[in-house]
């Protein structure tokens, strides 16, 4: 089962490559790259909302919203913030390297998420060997940002 997830995981990467030029293009054609932001959200919203309707999942009662955690509100806003900037900066630097330095913060991020246990996150300790795969990704970045 663990590879299926690790295979998922490496589609939803590539869907995450392809959604960089595929939201620039909405900015080219869009007034303000927060209307090309707003656009995409709105799509993924409806596309979330067909994905529910279809294996039957009921809208959430008011119960379980109030039950939710402050910060778990959030999610959507950091979600705007990763798209917006890609609009903005990918057709400045190119798709490779605007992703590499992504992958990089996110390598830093759930490292000190995983260790630390933060957001109610389970404890992954960040061994010799995790922070050792940090540091060839942040290497690998580097070198993507400087090769253009």
């Known amino acids: 089962m663990r590879i299926l997830y690790l295979c998922l995981a490496f589609v939803a990467g590539a869907a995450t490559s392809v959604q960089v030029p595929v939201n620039a293009a909405l900015r080219t054609n869009l007034a303000h790259?927060?209307?090309?932001?707003?656009?995409?959200?709105a799509v993924g919203m409806l596309a979330a909302l067909v994905c529910c309707l279809m294996v039957g999942s009921p809208l959430p009662s008011a119960d379980s919203l109030s039950r939710i955690p402050w910060w778990a509100w959030f999610g959507g806003m950091l979600g705007m913030i990763y798209v917006g900037t890609a609009i903005i900066i990918s057709?400045?630097?190119?798709?490779?390297?605007?992703?590499?330095?992504?992958?990089?913060?996110?390598?830093?991020?759930?490292?000190?998420?995983?260790?630390f246990g933060l957001l109610h996150a389970?404890?992954?300790?960040?061994?010799?060997?995790?922070?050792?795969?940090?540091?060839?990704?942040?290497?690998?970045?580097?070198?993507m940002t400087i090769g253009k």
């Open 91 to 115: 057709p400045k630097i190119g798709v490779a390297p605007m992703l590499s330095m992504v992958i990089a913060g996110q390598m830093v991020a759930s490292l000190l998420i995983d260790h």
């Open 122 to 143: 389970p404890l992954f300790q960040a061994t010799p060997l995790r922070l050792v795969g940090a540091l060839f990704v942040a290497v690998g970045a580097a070198i």
């Open 33 to 41: 790259p927060m209307q090309a932001t707003f656009v995409s959200f």
